[in-house]
């Protein structure tokens, strides 16, 4: 089968070999009411009122929203303001942890036998895709399309990042139980799980684990980024393309992230909501890369400090992996549902001033979607709307490639999301 474009990005995983640790404690949890894709959620707790862990401390008023769970027991001190990467302010509840962690009596395991009981435990466990996207898991399952096939993405492409590796060879029994319990509830033929190359210690404990289920199986992928997109994930797992416009599922393939399955299947077994996450520390001004199990809503500054990080020499901080991560603007900023990565950099990224287009083609050849990133900059240039429409801007995932391997150092990447802007208010 071919093979969709991409780049080899430099091996940085220090922490792939590190086994998930239980971060202790911290002292306060701050818990912003907007960690997903869509509208914000409403706090309704008070100052001074006792939580417990897995208690709604904000409700989903909207159906682009799920709730939001305290992941600690003790005293709520006050319902703050908090500025989100983009500037956005939103609510936040802020915790003093008793140290008890006293679990909610309304965690109990919910009763999920058909497809609306799965969409409905999803939406009420607060559940969020956990590769970074921070979509909105019951969405998926809430859709009329009949769905043939699962694909559990665990490529983990970018920089940095060993959340999912360390979810697959740890939990892998917990991943497979969860893709059996979606496949028979949704009555999907076949699952399927990515997993790079370059990892054939997760693909054999992934198919180790799936040897007595029947329909799954385990895919190794080419090692390249961005292996882990959704539409060049589908094709290189089932050879399906998903046309421009529309999403995996409009075709009858339902992606989850590796960490997303393996939660919804602890909340089957326990109930307990999305209140802790797994997160990879590393970055140059990072000594001792690892992999952290952390409450939802802990001060980064406590994550850096427990990984020995030289908080003084910290000029960058990035939320995710190095190509799509997001720049953090200061240390007040707490660990949220999607996180999978908190990257410590010593450095300020400065980009060379851009110079003219050499046509070279590196652009071309990287792009996944077989764009053209020189003819789109041009377009966009002219605000050409009808040559933005022929060239497909659509179909560009904002991976960076262009612009990574762009000898001129051109904006493409970010061009292009301007282009797709204007073509979305034409």
Same mark, same amino acid.
């Given at each position: 089968?071919?093979?969709?474009?991409?780049?080899?990005?430099?091996?940085?995983?220090?922490?792939?070999?590190?086994?998930?640790? +239980?971060?202790?404690?911290?002292? @306060?949890?701050?818990?912003?009411?907007?960690?997903?894709?869509?509208?914000?959620?409403?706090? =309704?707790?008070?100052?001074?009122?006792?939580?417990?862990?897995?208690?709604?401390?904000?409700?989903?008023?909207?159906?682009?929203?799920?709730?939001?769970?305290?992941?600690? &027991?003790?005293?709520?001190?006050?319902? !703050?303001?908090?500025?989100?990467?983009?500037?956005?302010?939103?609510? *936040?509840?802020?915790?003093?942890?008793?140290? @008890?962690?006293?679990?909610?009596?309304?965690?109990?395991?919910?009763?999920?036998?058909?497809?609306?009981?799965?969409?409905?435990?999803?939406?009420?466990?607060?559940?969020?895709?956990?590769?970074?996207?921070?979509?909105?898991?019951?969405?998926?399952?809430?859709?009329?399309?009949?769905?043939?096939?699962? +694909?559990?993405?665990?490529?983990?492409?970018?920089?940095?990042?060993?959340?999912?590796?360390?979810?697959?060879?740890?939990? *892998?029994?917990?991943?497979?139980?969860?893709?059996? $319990?979606?496949?028979?509830?949704?009555?999907?033929?076949?699952?399927?799980?990515?997993?790079?190359?370059?990892?054939?210690?997760?693909?054999?404990?992934?198919?180790?684990?799936?040897?007595?289920?029947?329909?799954?199986?385990?895919?190794?992928?080419?090692?390249?980024? #961005?292996?882990?997109?959704?539409?060049?994930?589908?094709?290189?797992?089932?050879?399906?393309?998903?046309?421009?416009?529309?999403?995996?599922?409009?075709?009858? +393939?339902?992606?989850?992230?590796? &960490?997303?399955?393996?939660?919804?299947?602890?909340?089957?077994?326990?109930?307990?909501?999305?209140?802790?996450?797994?997160?990879?520390?590393?970055?140059?001004?990072?000594?001792?890369? =690892?992999?952290?199990?952390?409450? %939802?809503?802990?001060?980064?500054?406590?994550?850096? &400090?427990?990984? !020995?990080?030289?908080?003084?020499?910290?000029?960058?901080?990035?939320?995710?992996? *190095?190509?799509?991560?997001? =720049?953090?603007?200061?240390?007040?900023?707490?660990?949220?549902?999607?996180?999978?990565?908190?990257?410590? $950099?010593?450095? %300020?990224?400065?980009?060379?001033?851009?110079?003219?287009?050499?046509?070279?083609?590196?652009?071309?050849?990287?792009?996944?979607?077989?764009?053209? #990133?020189?003819?789109?900059?041009?377009?966009?240039?002219?605000?050409?709307?009808?040559?933005?429409?022929?060239?497909?801007?659509?179909?560009?995932?904002?991976?960076?490639?262009?612009?990574?391997?762009?000898?001129?150092?051109?904006?493409?990447?970010?061009?292009?999301?301007?282009?797709?802007? @204007?073509?979305?208010?034409?």
């Amino acid at each position: 089968m071919k093979r969709l474009n991409g780049i080899r990005l430099p091996k940085s995983k220090r922490a792939q070999n590190k086994q998930i640790t +239980v971060l202790p404690l911290p002292k @306060l949890i701050r818990i912003p009411m907007l960690m997903h894709m869509g509208e914000p959620c409403v706090p =309704c707790v008070e100052p001074d009122e006792y939580v417990y862990v897995g208690q709604e401390i904000g409700r989903a008023e909207s159906d682009k929203a799920v709730p939001i769970h305290s992941s600690v &027991s003790g005293n709520v001190s006050v319902i !703050s303001e908090y500025s989100l990467p983009d500037g956005t302010k939103v609510p *936040a509840v802020e915790i003093i942890p008793d140290g @008890l962690q006293v679990i909610h009596p309304d965690c109990i395991p919910p009763k999920i036998s058909n497809q609306k009981e799965l969409a409905d435990a999803a939406r009420k466990s607060g559940c969020v895709g956990l590769g970074g996207s921070g979509d909105l898991t019951y969405q998926k399952f809430s859709r009329s399309e009949k769905m043939n096939i699962l +694909v559990l993405n665990g490529a983990e492409c970018e920089c940095f990042l060993s959340t999912d590796l360390r979810q697959m060879l740890e939990n *892998a029994e917990q991943i497979i139980s969860g893709a059996a $319990m979606i496949q028979k509830i949704m009555k999907i033929k076949e699952v399927l799980i990515g997993v790079q190359s370059n990892q054939p210690a997760a693909i054999q404990v992934l198919t180790q684990a799936a040897e007595k289920q029947k329909g799954i199986t385990v895919c190794p992928l080419p090692p390249l980024y #961005p292996q882990g997109e959704k539409k060049v994930l589908v094709f290189h797992t089932t050879g399906l393309v998903v046309p421009e416009g529309q999403e995996p599922e409009d075709i009858g +393939v339902l992606v989850l992230n590796v &960490s997303t399955c393996a939660f919804l299947y602890q909340y089957a077994q326990t109930g307990i909501p999305l209140v802790e996450r797994v997160v990879t520390v590393d970055g140059n001004a990072v000594p001792k890369a =690892c992999n952290l199990q952390v409450p %939802v809503g802990t001060p980064i500054i406590d994550v850096l &400090s427990y990984a !020995s990080c030289e908080l003084d020499l910290v000029k960058e901080i990035y939320s995710g992996g *190095a190509m799509t991560g997001v =720049c953090y603007p200061a240390f007040r900023a707490s660990v949220v549902k999607p996180q999978n990565g908190l990257v410590a $950099m010593k450095t %300020v990224s400065k980009r060379k001033a851009p110079t003219d287009c050499i046509r070279c083609g590196k652009c071309l050849s990287a792009c996944p979607m077989n764009l053209m #990133p020189t003819e789109i900059d041009r377009s966009y240039q002219k605000r050409d709307v009808a040559a933005l429409t022929d060239l497909h801007t659509g179909l560009c995932m904002n991976c960076g490639c262009c612009t990574y391997v762009c000898p001129a150092n051109r904006p493409l990447s970010e061009t292009i999301q301007q282009a797709k802007l @204007l073509l979305s208010n034409a």
